[in-house]
């Protein structure tokens, strides 16, 4: 099976900065992988797919990179609302769409 | 507007068995491949099964196979999950989720689009 691993596990920040979250797989998967946002006690939200493809009504502060093994979630100027949990997740290996563990960002 | 909303959780004893539900609306359900996903407590998201629009192809995680099952009525825009033999690393609030796949001229993609609130199923004696 495909691993996905995130990093940082958790980060702190300031309104503002910019943020970049990695998600490493554990093997090559082209550009078959996503980015999702969870607000607490809500359910997740795509935020990009196919690696670097703006989800419909995402705002553009949110941008992803990344082919074969390695990607980027980039927030280039946080808002207050994106202080959330953000997950990858690799829809390469039908069907199995791990997931990464989650990278939890809060304010510093 | 697309709606997906989960029913069926509860509190049960383990050994025992649950069927969860999910209404759709809002799309037209057919058209989509639809997945359980959980999350047990603090913890990240796990894919559980997932089902194409016509039931003829079927996946499950090892960690629920030959336990669970998962099945949709197209006619009443729904989809179930029926759990059986529940253990408690079975808790969790379990998300069903449309599964989007196409193409344009960047190539293939694959996602979860939208999902619902979700159900929670605890597992204790």
């Known amino acids: 099976d495909i691993q996905m691993t995130q990093s940082p596990s958790s980060l702190s920040a300031s309104v503002g900065d910019r943020v970049t979250i990695t998600c490493r797989a554990s093997?090559?998967?082209?550009?078959?992988l996503n980015w999702y946002q969870q607000r607490p006690g809500k359910a997740p939200k795509l935020l990009i797919y196919a690696a670097s493809s703006l989800q419909s009504g995402v705002p553009s502060r949110f941008s992803g990179s990344g082919s074969g093994t390695e990607f980027t979630l980039t927030i280039s100027s946080l808002q207050p609302e994106d202080f959330a949990t953000y997950y990858c997740?690799?829809?390469?290996?039908?069907?199995?769409?791990?997931f990464g563990r989650g990278t939890k960002l809060d304010i510093k | 507007e697309v709606q997906l909303v989960e029913s069926g959780g509860g509190l049960v004893q383990p050994g025992r068995s649950l069927r969860l539900s999910c209404a759709a609306s809002g799309f037209t359900f057919d058209d989509y491949a639809m997945h359980w996903v959980r999350q047990a407590p603090g913890k990240g998201l796990e894919w559980v099964s997932g089902?194409?629009?016509?039931?003829?192809?079927?996946n499950y995680a090892d960690s629920v196979k030959g336990r669970f099952t998962i099945s949709r009525d197209n006619a009443k825009n729904s989809l179930y999950l029926q759990m059986n033999s529940l253990r408690a690393e079975d808790t969790a609030l379990y998300y069903c989720?449309?599964?989007?796949?196409?193409?344009?001229?960047?190539?293939?993609?694959?996602?979860?689009?939208?999902w619902g609130q979700g159900t929670l199923v605890t597992v204790s004696s």
């Open positions: 089902i194409s629009w016509n039931s003829g192809n079927i």
């Open positions: 093997q090559s998967i082209s550009r078959y």
């Open positions: 997740q690799e829809s390469y290996s039908n069907p199995r769409y791990t």
């Open positions: 989720a449309r599964w989007v796949q196409g193409s344009d001229s960047s190539g293939y993609y694959l996602y979860f689009d939208y």
